[in-house]
């Protein structure tokens, strides 16, 4: 298994201005991802994050509005720019090892935008 | 417990009971399948897998079914206990890697 934390775990912004997530996983990682989870529902992917490429991001989702970053195999960031009310949500990570699909999450990081 | 069906969003079982949570999934080229266990501010935490080539697989007062011809997995909690009060997620995967997640259900232990 994996031990994620990220950082920070909660946040009130204001609209217009960006946030960046960090994600720290306790040993060296194959893939790392970055989910959203709106308050009562599901999780929906928003990229993958592999160390040393550009990360794959999803259907609805653009690296200008989430830039991630992945500099090595223990670390990622995941940055929400020019944040408005509907980017409210939480925002998770998660490691894969190994050439398998089981992911461990990391907390997540409940993100308020006014 | 029950068996309740496909996509309900929640579950009320006694304590000590048998809880069963459905989930049918999308893709039938998923060749593996994963439940999550959520409380409340936390993240999702793995429970148990399974993968295609397999029926049913056993832990710790948790089995978990696949039917590959109709697409459903469930998730059987066996002498369900006040912790497991939860939202469940099952979650289907394919190819490079990534999972998709179900809508999951939401248990309630009743004391």
């Known amino acids: 298994s994996a031990v994620i934390s990220q950082k920070p775990s909660r946040d009130i912004c204001q609209r217009g201005t960006s946030l960046t997530i960090q994600c720290q996983v306790d040993?060296?990682?194959?893939?790392m991802f970055w989910y959203r989870q709106q308050p009562g529902q599901s999780l929906t992917l928003i990229a993958t994050a592999n160390q040393g490429s550009e990360a794959t991001y999803e259907s609805g989702f653009v690296i200008d509005k989430f830039p991630i970053s992945r500099p090595n195999l223990t670390f990622s960031t995941l940055t929400v720019s020019n944040m408005s009310p509907e980017d409210s949500s939480i925002y998770l990570c998660s490691a894969g090892k190994g050439g398998g699909y089981e992911q461990y999450f990391g907390p997540g990081t409940r993100l308020t935008v006014t | 417990g029950e068996s309740v069906g496909l996509h309900l969003p929640t579950l009320s079982v006694q304590e000590g009971d048998n809880s069963i949570i459905n989930c049918a999934y999308s893709n039938s080229a998923s060749d593996y399948f994963i439940w999550y266990k959520q409380e409340s501010g936390k993240g999702p935490q793995f429970i148990i897998d399974i993968r295609s080539n397999m029926d049913k697989r056993q832990g710790q007062r948790v089995t978990v079914l696949l039917n590959k011809t109709v697409k459903h997995l469930s998730l059987q909690i066996a002498a369900t206990q006040p912790g497991d009060s939860a939202v469940y997620f099952c979650?289907?995967?394919?190819?490079?890697?990534?999972?998709?997640f179900g809508q999951g259900t939401r248990l309630t232990i009743n004391p």
């Open positions: 040993s060296q990682v194959t893939m």
């Open positions: 979650a289907e995967g394919w190819g490079a890697q990534k999972l998709v």
